[in-house]
């Protein structure tokens, strides 16, 4: 299986080498699961709303190393501490997967670039 840059993960990464200094591998990069999740958040009992456009639900899970955010259909974005990555997880069914280069193509590929603003999708 590979890295998702798509190396083998054996091999280290490297930085640029720098004359007089060895070469250190490269941090590996941020593995971030994106799971889209349609009904409401609840994670102590309180729903969770947008702050900007005050959404109830039809949210973007988003988790880098353990740490989630929630992305609403406007395009805002916020770390929510009351969800874990199990939260995620749990959330990240069997349904088809993708992979996307870099967040913008992913933001807009799942419909959370701001287009669909006081929209419900899911
Ligand atoms: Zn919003």
Do not use: K, S
């Not at 998702?4 to 490297?14: L, M, V």
């Not at 080498?17 to 590996?28: K, M």
Request: hydrophobic share 35%.
């Amino acid at each position: 299986m590979n890295t998702p840059d798509g190396r083998d993960p054996e091999t280290p990464r490297f930085t640029n080498f720098r004359f007089g200094h060895d070469p250190q591998p490269a941090p590996e990069p941020a593995i971030v699961l994106a799971v889209p999740h349609p009904d409401p958040l609840t994670p102590r009992g309180i729903a969770i709303t947008c702050a900007l456009c005050g959404a109830g639900r039809d949210w973007l899970l988003i988790q880098v190393n353990g740490i989630v955010f929630v992305r609403c259909r406007c395009a805002h974005e916020w770390q929510e501490p009351d969800l874990e990555g199990g939260d995620v997880d749990i959330a990240h069914t069997n349904g088809p997967e993708r992979e996307w280069t870099d967040f913008d193509e992913m933001y807009r590929g799942l419909g959370f670039d701001g287009l669909f603003r006081m929209t419900y999708l899911g």
